[in-house]
Every structure is written in C-alpha cells, then in structure tokens.
C-alpha cells in the first residue's frame, strides 16, 4: 500500500469515516428489511484457528478449544453479551446469608449426548474431578481455594459448601471449571474422551479429524427446546489468517473470526461480507518486570518508563487505528470499569524528571525479552524509539513464542511483553495477576493494601461495594506500575450475510451455538 | 542381495539410535518447559509440579531418554504429552497424507522436469530454452509459501475453480479430493521441479554431446531413437541421485505447505509437537522419517542396478 503524506486533518476525516462505516457494518444486520426469526437448518462453516489439543474443558489450554466445548458442552451458569452471569444448567441460585453456602436449582429433563441424564450427582462428580489434585486439572487453581465440598440434596439441587465467601464463583462456573462432562463416558473413555467429548449442549460431536476439521451435529434431544437452529457446524483449521480470509469471501467458510487488523481496511468494498468489531476489546497488552529484585525494584524508574510510551502511536501503527490507549487493567465497558479513571499518561518531560529521580540522570539500559513473532518485534521497534526519547535503551533478546510463558514463570525472563483477556469476574484477572498469592503473579509484586481490597472485594456480594473495592484496586495497581499497561485491543469478525445472530461476549470466545443462517 | 538388505537395517537402527539420542538432548538443552505449555497460565504451581512428576519429566536427561528407549524396545512408543494420543497411532493416521503429497508432487516434478529439460537441451540457446530458465530461476528463488498464497489468491478467490484450503478424503468425494490436492501438489513441487529440469537439461546437453551419440546419429538412427535410447538413458542416472535426496525431503514433511493449505499431515504434527515440547511424538516422527529415508535410498539403489548395466552389488 502506498503511504502518501497527508495533513493530519484529512487523516482525522479518513478515520471518522472508515468509523462510521465499521458502525454502519456492523449495525446494518440489526435493520434487515423484512425482520425475520430464527431460520432452522443449514450448516455453518467455520473458518478455525489450529492448535486444538483436546476438547475436554477440564483440560483446555489452547483457545480454538473452546469454540467448541461451547457447542457440545453447557456450563452450570452462562455468560450473556453484557458479560452477566445468567442461568443455564442452573436454573436459579441463592447465596446463604453468611455467603458460605450457594444452592443451584438444576433445569430438568437435561440429557447428555450418550442419553444419561443430567442431574446434581452429575454436577458434584464434575467438580470433585476438577478438585481432585491427582487429576492434574489446571481448572483447578480458580475453584481449590473457594470450594470446601458438594452436596446433593436432591437429583435437582446441588450445594456448594465455601471455605469462605467467594463471589467469583459464579462468573468461574460460567467458564471452563463449570463445563459439564457426562461422568459416564468420562470413565468409560478415560484418556479418550479429549478425542470424543460428551456433553449436554445443542450439538454433539460426529467426528474429529485432527487438524483438518470438527464436525458437529445437532443434539435432537437438547434441554432448551427450539434450539439450536443449525443443523450442523463444521469447524475447519485454516492457520494462516489470510487464507482465513480469503475463504470468507470465497464463501468457502460461513464466519472466521481471529482476523488481523490490517486486512480489515481491505474488504471495506465487500457488499456480501459483514465485520463486527468487539467494542470495546477486552484484551489489553502490557509490558511486564520484576518488581521484587533489581533493576525494576525502583518505583520511579517503573514510572518514567510508563509516562515515555506513547500509546497513541502504538495504536495507530500496530493495530492500524482499531482498539484504544488502556489507562490500567480493567477494559471500558465492564461493571467494575472507573470510567473516570485516566491511568499513567504520555509525558515525557515528567518521565525525564522521574527517571532522574530513578537515579538514572545518565540513561538507562535493561535487556527485554520479546516473542519472535513480526508483530511484537514490531512493537518493541516502536517502544524502543519512543523511549530512546528519555535516553532508555533496551538489549532485545528474542524467544521463541512456544516458551515465552514458562520462561517468564521460571523467571528466566525478567522484562517482557504480555497480553491478556479479561474474565467475568473482576477477581478472575486481578487476583491470579496482582495478589500476592496470585498463581500467575509474575512479577513478584506484593503490595499488602492492594491483597486486602482484593480479598474484601471477592468475599462481598454486592456489586455495588465490590466496585468500590476495585477501583481503589486498579489506581493502586497502576500507580505501582508492575506492568506498564499499552492498549486495549480490536478484535474483529467477518462473515456472510447470510450468518445472523451474531454477538462478541467479552472474553472472546466466540459462541456460535444462536447462529442461524437465512436462505 | 539378503546381506546387502542386512547391513543396510544394521545402518538404519544405528541411525536411529543415534539421531533420537541426539535429538533428545539437543531437545533438553534448548527447549523450555513442555508442563507449563501443557497446563496454561491457569495453572497453580502444585498441578505443574505434579504433572511433571507424572510424566517423568523431574528426572535426569539420561534416565529419561533411557526409559523411552526401554518402552520402544517393547513396542510401546509412548503418549503424545499434549494430546494423550498413543504416538504410533497418531503419525500413522498423518502418514497417509504427507505420502500423498510427496508421491504427487514428486510424479509432477520429475513428468515436468523431464519434458522441460529434455526440449531445453533440444533446443538449447532457442527462446523455449531462454524461458524454462528464467521459469526454473523463479521456481528456486521464490518462497514457497508466496508461491502457495498467489496461487491461492489465483485459483480460489479470482477464478473460484479451486478451494482455498482443506482436505476431502478420497473415499467421501474422490473429485472433491483431487481439486484440494491440486495446489498443494504444485506448490510442494515447484522448487524440486525448478532444481531437477535444470540438471535434466545440463544432463541431456552433456549426452547429447558425447561421441556416442554422434555415432548413433552417424548411422542414421531416428532423432527420436537417439534421444530416448542412448541420450536419456545415460543422462538419468544422476537424476536418480538427486530424486533419492529429494524424495527424502519431500517425505520428511512438507511443512510450510502443508500449513498453508491446512493438510493434516506429518509436517504439521511435526511443527505442533515441537512447539509444543512433545518429545514423544518429536522421537516417533525421527524413527519414521528415518526409516523412510533409508527405504527410499534402498530403492534407489536397486534402481540404479536396473538402469545401469555396469552397477553390480556385492
């Protein structure tokens, strides 16, 4: 693509307008000319990401798993588009008033695929596996520190006895520990059943071909009657995102959702295609060091660091004007999102000054660890000239994506870049994150005030005063700076017209089970 | 003929012995942790602990590589650490796949090279030969996967005759089978093909050259005769060479392609158990492809005795 220079006002226009045209995109499904209901039949074609190990959600790791387990599996409770936990498997709930006790009323006439039925047995034989640490489940970790046991009153009603109050519990059975497996092809296929999933969800599985494509067929005998429409789902791996595309638009696959930015612009011009964009994103990118150990154990120097990055510019070259500058660890849109909360903002001169307070009036050098992958060592280019400005320079050493993640665990790596993407439950991230007994603490950040607003908030049920609790949380967190937060990023969908019904949840998973395809 | 098959096996298992060994340590020395990318960033350290407890993963490089030797020597290849699939069963369902692939692209390759080569070196200096150069310059020079994505672009989005990507297995819709072969094949084939035509034209120019040859024409024989007959024949015996290592290539998995086009084959399994630290099924695709080398090579080699008169086998 040419790069012409243009005067920023016409640049201001060109974005309003391409905006207004993603607006209009994605709103122009909701006006059809003639409202029509749900279509029955027809089979959605999937355009899939790859990496897809096994399809028993107490085991899921890789993402493209889940895109599934949606389909052939229901969770005790669900998420709706607002990111509320809403009934599913669990028709209704009460907590006990010293929130120690949470009873679910379970929906009736559920069966599994293999025809056994559903029931509270079933439910407590699904959380005692996820608890049981000889089962090496790593669900287990959101559930172990809340659940103290499961009782059966009645085929219908299953208890949850805590160890303490837990309002998280609710949002973590709305996600991978609240998948229902049927215990009994569970047993019976033992190591086999990540191969041939049985659930109790609108579509069960026909075959696997690993690699190649998932077919899905609908459950005649689902619990919610009228659904699904579908009559099956195909899943087909595409890795390469262009070819994703490209079979978009050749009407090869239905819907393909993973799409980088940059190939958004291009089918502006596609009248048979529809992009909705997740808005606000739900995932924010980060910069990430060790605040327990030197160098980064200096507050003022986490600081300057934070205040020299220019957001704005990330935004605009790497993720090509999509998504948004992120002020801290709570994306916009959520019900613990402080609208009036500004984060660390881009000034320079102020990140000179704190980095002479740093003791660094001379500059600053540290080796960062980035993931070879074009697209982050584009970023790190990018911060590495902005921060060039106040005389930081960074040694890149590049690692191979496939061990980022455990050599950040094994501290072999020390500052680094990293993402993630937000849960139904406010404690879902910031806990695992930002406690100092979080498991995915790997920063070694450790601030007593910031663990006291996090358990109080998780022990209280009222949203109202949990929110509260949170914002106070995020201004210290980000005022402490164990990660520097970069954006909020866009993630985008494309499909036919002919797909309806579409939604994002924002945890990004995309849920195709309330699709239907019209004529 | 049975001592030759012998010490070839003899070969191929020391092979084996010594490439797995030195895969696996090369695999300890630079890989990270497979329990971590196993388990997620959800995982409390006390699962990964024990995970890595089960799998064996606590001991010592030596004591590890030992105990997988020991099973195999039993027949048991192991479980894929990220799948849980038995190793064995998991390549073989791939192998299918990736032969089809080589053997197509290859049957192309060597059909394409030969008529390419054969009218280059008839014709040599002529515009035809100017342009199956420049052709087979481009071939060699061009990525692979650029090449895949054009054809792509070509054959799926502007002409719609072919699909984009995926496999259809044969038995379901044997048509359907041969169109999402077709740009596999030819993207697999390119670099090979580009390769093999300019030896065949040097070959054939070569021959064509000798006295022989000269004599063969002096004594009035078809044009055609002389090509086929003597030329050829004697030119191709190189070619076999380049064909063994190719073949060997081709077979080890065609990774890049079979990526772009979304085939579940070797290649990928390959990629996807390194990336993902599974040193069972990284060992099991050695001993296969190791195998395979050593097979092709064997054949090879008898083709040689076929086609050259003057090789004799002790």
């Not at chain 1, 455990?406 to 439950?425: E, F, L, Y």
């Not at chain 2, 990507?165 to 999402?180: F, K, M, N, Q, T």
Request: charged fraction near 20%; charge should be positive.
């Amino acid at each position: 693509m040419k790069r012409i220079q243009r005067p920023s006002r016409s640049r201001v226009a060109r974005r309003l307008g391409l905006l207004l045209l993603a607006a209009l995109l994605v709103l122009a499904p909701a006006f059809p000319v003639d409202a029509q209901g749900p279509v029955r039949g027809g089979t959605l074609r999937i355009g899939w990401i790859p990496a897809a190990k096994t399809l028993d959600p107490h085991y899921s790791v890789e993402f493209s798993e889940r895109y599934v387990c949606y389909l052939v599996f229901n969770t005790l409770v669900g998420l709706d588009r607002g990111f509320n936990v809403v009934p599913e498997l669990a028709r209704a709930w009460q907590v006990s008033p010293d929130g120690k006790r949470v009873t679910f009323q379970l929906q009736r006439g559920v069966k599994f695929h293999d025809g056994t039925d559903f029931n509270a047995e079933a439910v407590k034989w699904n959380i005692e596996r996820i608890l049981n640490p000889e089962n090496k489940s790593p669900q287990r970790a959101p559930l172990e520190p809340a659940i103290a046991a499961v009782t059966v009153a009645d085929p219908h009603t299953v208890v949850f006895e805590l160890k303490k109050p837990f309002a998280p519990l609710l949002a973590a059975l709305a996600e991978r520990p609240g998948f229902v497996v049927s215990p009994t092809a569970a047993k019976q296929l033992g190591q086999e059943f990540g191969q041939r999933p049985v659930g109790t969800g609108p579509f069960r599985l026909v075959e696997w071909v690993r690699d190649s494509q998932v077919t899905l067929e609908r459950f005649p005998d689902y619990w919610e009657k009228g659904k699904p429409y579908l009559d099956r789902v195909v899943y087909r791996v595409v890795p390469d995102p262009t070819v994703r595309l490209t079979m978009v638009r050749t009407g090869e696959v239905d819907i393909a959702t993973d799409v980088d930015a940059k190939d958004i612009p291009g089918l502006r011009g596609d009248a048979a295609l529809v992009v909705s964009e997740m808005k606000p994103a739900a995932r924010w990118t980060a910069l990430q060091w060790r605040v327990d150990e030197p160098p980064f154990n200096n507050k003022a120097l986490r600081q300057a660091i934070a205040l020299a990055i220019d957001r704005n510019e990330l935004r605009d070259v790497l993720l090509r004007g999509f998504g948004e500058p992120a002020r801290g660890p709570v994306s916009p849109g959520l019900w613990w999102s402080d609208p009036a909360f500004r984060g660390i903002g881009h000034d320079v001169e102020a990140a000179r000054k704190k980095l002479a307070e740093a003791g660094h009036a001379n500059g600053f050098r540290a080796k960062f660890v980035v993931e070879n992958t074009p697209q982050w060592i584009r970023q790190t280019e990018l911060l590495q000239a902005q921060l060039q400005k106040i005389n930081v320079s960074l040694d890149i050493e590049p690692v191979s994506p496939a061990d980022a993640y455990s050599r950040i665990v094994q501290k072999k790596t020390n500052w680094t870049h990293t993402r993630w993407t937000q849960r139904a439950d406010p404690n879902g991230l910031l806990y695992i994150l930002f406690h100092s007994k979080g498991h995915a603490n790997t920063t070694g950040y450790n601030n007593p005030k910031v663990d006291e607003l996090l358990d109080q908030a998780a022990a209280i049920y009222d949203t109202e005063r949990r929110r509260a609790l949170y914002y106070a949380a995020e201004r210290t967190i980000t005022d402490d700076v164990p990660y520097v937060f970069l954006n909020y990023t866009a993630e985008f969908a494309v499909m036919n017209r002919k797909v309806q019904n579409w939604g994002w949840v924002p945890d990004l998973i995309p849920r195709f089970r309330d699709l239907w395809l019209e004529k | 003929m049975w001592v030759l098959i012998l010490r070839r096996v003899a070969a191929m298992a020391f092979s084996i012995l010594f490439l797995t060994a030195l895969i696996f340590a090369l695999m300890q020395a630079v890989f990270g942790d497979p329990v971590v990318i196993m388990l997620g960033r959800d995982a409390d350290p006390d699962t990964v602990a024990r995970l890595r407890r089960d799998l064996g993963l606590d001991r010592a490089a030596h004591v590890q590589y030992a105990d997988w030797l020991g099973r195999l020597a039993q027949g048991d290849w192991g479980r894929s650490f990220r799948t849980g699939q038995p190793v064995l069963a998991a390549i073989v369902a791939r192998l299918p796949v990736s032969l089809e692939l080589a053997f197509l692209a290859l049957l192309l390759a060597v059909a394409l090279a030969l008529a390419l080569g054969i009218v280059a070196a008839v014709y040599p200096r002529s515009p035809l030969d100017a342009g199956i150069s420049v052709l087979t310059a481009f071939g060699t020079a061009m990525p692979n996967f650029w090449i895949a994505i054009l054809l792509i672009l070509l054959f799926a989005l502007h002409l719609r005759v072919l699909p984009s990507s995926g496999s259809v297995a044969l038995l379901d819709d044997p048509w359907g089978h041969a169109r999402a072969m077709v740009l596999p094949t030819i993207t697999l084939s390119i670099a090979y093909l580009s390769n093999l035509t300019r030896l065949v034209r040097t070959k054939m120019l070569e021959a064509l050259a000798t006295d022989y040859v000269r004599t063969a024409r002096a004594k009035g024989l078809r044009e055609g005769r002389v090509l086929w007959v003597h030329a050829l024949r004697n030119s191709v015996l190189p070619v076999l060479s380049i064909l063994a290592v190719g073949m060997s290539r081709l077979f080890g998995g065609a990774v890049v392609t079979e990526t772009i086009f979304a085939l579940p084959g070797v290649g990928i399994l390959l990629v996807d158990s390194i990336l993902g630290r599974d040193f069972p099924v990284v060992q099991g695709i050695i001993i296969v492809v190791t195998v395979g080398v050593f097979v092709t090579n064997f054949l090879i080699e008898i083709a040689y005795a076929i086609v050259d008169p003057r090789v004799r086998y002790q």
